[in-house]
């Protein structure tokens, strides 16, 4: 830390441009609001993307294609304010984003 500092210092110094590093652990945690969900709704798109985390930017685990019928059981609105639903339906158990599902 103490050279990422110096390093920074010196840039600064030397009329560069600066950029603030942060550890992990100095970062902030995204707010969340979570509950258990208790539904059952349909995809509506060519493909619907499941992913790991309840953002549009963590990885893909599958693609569900139009018309399957997924099982909700925990609902997330992201620090975004967008709701994500948690499915653990046979096809794939991952989040899923509130707009590519409708109900069925």
Avoid: E
């Avoid at 652990?25 to 969340?32: E, F, G, L, N, R």
């Avoid at 979570?34 to 619907?48: F, G």
């Avoid at 019928?69 to 997330?76: A, P």
């Amino acid at each position: 830390m103490k050279r990422q500092v110096t390093a920074m210092l010196t840039a600064l110094a030397l009329g560069g441009a600066v950029s603030l590093l942060a550890t992990p652990s100095a970062m902030a945690t995204p707010v969340t609001k979570c509950k258990a969900a208790s539904a059952q709704m349909v995809t509506k798109h060519t493909l619907n993307p499941i992913r790991v985390n309840y953002y549009a930017s963590s990885r893909l685990i599958t693609n569900l294609g139009q018309g399957y019928k997924v099982r909700l059981t925990q609902q997330c609105v992201n620090s975004y304010g967008n709701l994500w639903y948690f499915t653990d339906s046979p096809y794939s158990h991952g989040w899923i984003y509130s707009g590519d599902l409708s109900v069925g």
